[in-house]
């Protein structure tokens, strides 16, 4: 099995520079490969599910800057090798004042690589 | 299947409430039913495996009131009746000014019942 932590780094930095550096009509493009049709994506607490859905949701929303501030990792499952990541950070919008985030996602292995089942995304701004 | 939502209502309200009632030693007892041997807990960056150790690390954390501003909960799996849950809130130590958290639970089913196979936490608070 993969280092997870390994795993895991690889993922967040490709999902967030391909997030950041996309203009917003490329950022679904970009971003749907990792996901398929039985994935699920909890935005702000409305929830959208498969490859459509998902990529819809993510050509809306503005140009935005992630930075990373804390990313961990465990296995998810004693059987498969599958992974769940936890990131939290802040994202700047059109360069205002960077908002608190938190974000999971829970990958799960296919071929030689991992796609995403779940992800949950919320600000973090109480 | 039970509704997940209602799953992780139930959960996350017995978690934070037998947390913030309960005297620091009591905590661990009363939380560690929660946990399994191969449950994982990665508190703040430092990864803790199995009921004695997590429940040791439960014990020494201060007297704490949380509060919860968001829960999302999703389906992990589509073969095992188990749930992804996402907290984020506020926990204010010995009456302080509140910080932003998050934390994630991986519950999976056991009997009539759930265990936390994994549990993410961390503060928000860049």
């Known amino acids: 099995m993969a280092d997870i932590n390994v795993v895991a780094g690889q993922f967040v930095n490709y999902y967030y520079e391909t997030f ?8 679904a493009k970009n971003l749907q490969v990792l996901y398929r ?6 935005f702000e607490g409305t929830q959208l599910l498969g490859v459509e859905a998902i990529g ?3 050509a809306q929303l503005p140009k935005v800057q992630h930075k990373i501030v804390t990313l961990d990792a465990q296995p998810s499952s004693g ?8 990131v ?3 994202l700047a919008i059109d360069g205002e ?8 996602f829970h990958l799960l292995p296919e071929a030689q690589s991992y796609y995403v089942f779940n992800d949950i995304f919320r600000l973090n701004i109480s």
């Open 97 to 104: 004042n960077p908002m608190n985030f938190s974000q999971i």
């Open 56 to 58: 819809e949701r993510l």
């Open 88 to 90: 939290t950070g802040t």
């Open 20 to 27: 950041d550096n996309s203009q917003p009509e490329e950022r």
């Open 37 to 42: 049709p039985s994935s699920m994506l909890t």
């Open 79 to 86: 059987a498969v090798a599958s992974v769940l990541v936890s």
